[in-house]
């Protein structure tokens, strides 16, 4: 007895410590190539566009740069907030993705030159009877988290009386004012007047109110040859007018003009989809595997620390109580952007977003699939443990011959759930920048600002996923039952 | 030694603040019958369930066949293999049929090869009267069959000595009868057997020695004859008008 649970516990260590260990190896291959994150929900700054390549003027910038100076670099569309606080606990080297410069995240990051003078401009529906900032009195205001236009919206809020809402990117935010909720929007000028341009739907109500500079970033006291060579860079593009010819590519009246025209193909349904089929499918697939890989490893793991909560000793059944309290406890969100920002910072070694991402689902969905376990084990009748016990089989026997096929049959539909929940839980690993199905929408929308429609095609693609699995489930219950 | 099956000696259980046995000597001759009564909460089945160590007993030895399985350094489930248990509510395994019932505990600790083992269960299922439920599932028994299949199943290991914990009493009346006489045909093949009964007529009759236990304490024990028809404690006699006069 004692045995078989070392052995479990000793298989859980290695487990834990493999996934934390094997990242450090990779991260010395890619010496000369630096991972710089950004947010591609922010055109014209940062944007995927029609091919669905990463575009904008920070993209075009770093790339130039990094061909000017001779370094490589691997572009990842994280997100604002992950691209952030990948940059913070070294996940990745540096960070371009619109960031003003502040003194705040002066604290924890390296500025380059400021390579851009940004502006914050107010967005309203065309029709209203928007005048001035003292009309927004007892009103809501609509900002994307963690951007300037935020600030500046708080910064001013108590003055002139409205109340700030705050959105995970702009699509959200530009709906919410279209559909009245906000009487208006703060947002950086050259975004607004791109949306504006595109067909957004909405315009800019108020002159721009400067309020500094963008600038790329890296961890505070480090990558100091990283940037180093982003400011000879950018003063080199700068004297031979390459800078000038980017700028002018995303804010002149010919970029938008252009885009225009081309967007206007795309407002409907089999548009989208003749567009964006390849990245909706690719991101199909990243939820796929994410899906079936972390359904093996939870199931797995659950069923290992819901067996740890069932044997004959205390440790074992302390260690699983702990895990399922811990795990179960906490939200999926928290832990994931603690293990792939926190981990990282405690270790120094690097995880990759997936690896992140299957570790999260295994500790959440696999304690929901421990208790369960545990739950379904002790359901059955404790007499038919005696009962073979009394015989002379061991316990081991006793609990895999007779008390686990008959728990098994009790714990089929609560599996069943867990699978179609973990399915749908990958979506919320967007945020640390998985390019799952979820995430894809979201990209897709931040170029086309076609919300409604582009959730559509992702819900139904959602629906008929998990009508699969379920169908798939069901078929499996049956073959266990006979 | 060898003559005592079961030797108890100063046999203590406690639940917490919960004296279930005080002190018990207890002892089962080769071959005897022992049926052990007395009130609910006597301490009766926490006896019986001692003897094979489904409760890990607080103090006090317990030696079966010369063997101290009170001693955390013997190996229960070898101990337990020649101890024979028959429970109140049958715990057939539902999962099973009643041939896999009877033949798991053989093949698995390999005491046999599956083809013995089925042999000797239809064997064992002539004796007990249920040679036709051989494929049956336990769920499509009555009460009284599940019992005479957990009896059938605790014999398969050929144990030399038989527990049973109120082994009729979640049985309705008509099947009784059929268990019983299970039971009697045992105890003349010679089988030592413990039973803890309500069944007075059925220690009466089988009974070498019957032992009448109250509030966690051995109070009389004797003959048939001795217990039911001259008892010598008050307590005794106050029980047995309570149960044979219904």
Known sequence: ?482 | MAELKVNVTNLVKNYGSNHVLKGIDFKVANNEVVVLIGPSGSGKSTLLRCLNKLEEPTSGTIVIDGQDISDPKTDIDKARENIGMVFQHFNLFNNLSVSKNITLAPVELGKMSEEEAEKQARNLLETVGLEDKFDAMPASLSGGQKQRVAIARALAMKPDIMLFDEPTSALDPEMVGDVLNVMKKLAKEGMTMVVVTHEMGFAKEVADRVVFMADGNVVEEGTPEEVFDHPQNERTKSFLEKVINV
Not at chain 1, 224 to 244: P, T, V
Request: proline residues 3%.
């Open chain 1, 1 to 482: 007895m004692k045995k078989i649970v070392s052995m479990l516990c000793a298989f859980l260590g290695l487990f834990m410590i493999g996934f934390t260990v094997q990242p450090s190896s990779t991260a010395q291959a890619s010496e000369k190539t630096y991972v710089i994150d950004t947010d591609v929900t922010f055109p014209p700054f940062v944007y995927a566009n029609e091919d669905n390549k990463y575009v904008g003027i920070d993209m075009d910038l770093i790339r130039a740069i990094a061909k000017e100076e001779g370094f490589k670099i691997k572009i990842r569309p994280v997100g604002f907030n992950a691209a952030v606080q990948s940059v913070s606990s070294g996940q990745a080297d540096g960070v371009i993705a619109g960031m003003s410069i502040t003194d705040e995240r002066k604290a924890k990051f390296d500025f380059s030159d400021p390579y851009y003078s940004s502006g914050i401009v107010m967005g309203v529906k065309p029709n209203g009877d928007f005048k001035s900032l003292k009309d927004l009195k007892g009103k809501k205001v609509a900002v994307k988290t963690g951007t300037s236009g935020a600030d500046y919206a708080n910064s001013i809020k108590d003055k002139y009386g409205f109340k700030v809402v705050t959105f995970d990117d702009s699509d959200n935010m530009y709906n919410d004012v279209k559909n009245g909720n906000s009487a208006g929007c703060f947002e950086d000028s050259a975004v607004l007047a791109y949306g504006v341009k595109t067909g957004l739907g909405l315009k800019i109500a108020t002159k721009s109110t400067n309020i500094g500079d963008y600038g790329f970033a890296v961890k505070k006291g480090h990558n100091k040859e990283l940037m180093k060579m982003f400011n000879e860079g950018l003063a080199k593009l700068k004297k031979n007018g390459e800078y000038d010819k980017i700028i002018e590519r995303y804010t002149g009246e010919k970029a938008t003009h252009a885009k225009k025209e081309k967007a206007a193909n795309s407002h409907t349904i089999i548009g989208l989809l003749k567009e964006n089929g390849g990245v909706i499918v690719s991101g199909l697939f990243e939820t796929i595997k994410l899906t079936v890989i972390s359904i093996i490893c939870a199931t797995l793991f659950g069923i290992l620390i819901g067996f740890l909560g069932v044997v004959p000793n205390k440790i074992a059944q302390g260690v699983s109580g702990a895990v399922i309290y811990i795990f179960r406890g906490l939200p999926l969100i928290v832990l994931a952007l603690f293990i792939y920002n926190g981990i990282p910072s405690l270790t120094g070694s690097k995880i990759p977003a997936f690896v992140a991402g299957v570790i999260t689902l295994m500790l959440n969905e696999g304690a929901y699939i421990a208790a369960f376990v545990k739950g379904g084990i002790e359901a059955v009748d404790s007499g038919q443990m005696e009962a073979a016990r009394s015989l002379g089989l061991p316990f081991g026997k006793a609990m895999r011959k007779v008390v686990l096929p008959q728990g098994i049959k009790i714990m089929i539909p609560s599996f069943i759930n867990q699978f179609i929940i973990t399915l749908k839980d990958t979506s919320i690993l967007s945020v640390i920048g998985l390019l799952e199905l979820t995430q894809t929408g979201k990209i897709i929308i931040a170029r086309n600002l076609e919300g409604f429609r582009v959730w559509t095609i992702v819900a139904v693609i959602y629906l008929v996923l998990i009508t699969v699995l379920t169908l798939l489930s069901k078929w499996v219950e049956r073959r266990i039952k006979d």
